[in-house]
């Protein structure tokens, strides 16, 4: 699995709730927000911005084309590099992150 490689949520609407969980089965914290300029930043600069930000079992979400992101670092810290087989991606289709609801405590995500 690479960084470019992602599970996709089609049908991402109000009301419904996505519990991240890490390797380990613990829910995964929610630790921020990744932003880069959109008009010089790729998808695996995003990636990146996001796996470097958050520590094992931390979640971090960015907006792309259109599209919210999750990234989970699942395993062992990351903070290099997206480690695949280890690490997360969730592609959540056509959601506006303004409109997302995070529980760090718990681990979800939740559209309003």
Do not use: C, H, P
């Amino acid at each position: 699995m690479f960084a470019s490689t992602y599970s996709m949520v089609k049908d991402f609407t109000a009301g419904d709730l996505l519990q991240l969980k890490w390797l380990n089965g613990a829910a995964a914290s929610v630790s921020g927000f990744a932003s880069l300029d959109d008009a010089t930043a790729v998808f695996s600069n995003y990636v990146d911005a996001a796996i470097t930000q958050a520590r094992a079992g931390e979640a971090v979400w960015f907006s792309y084309q259109g599209n919210a992101y999750v990234v989970v670092d699942s395993g062992a810290e990351s903070a290099a590099a997206f480690a695949a087989g280890q690490d997360l991606i969730v592609q959540l289709t056509g959601v506006d992150l303004t409109k997302v609801s995070f529980n760090a405590q718990y681990g979800t995500i939740a559209l309003v």
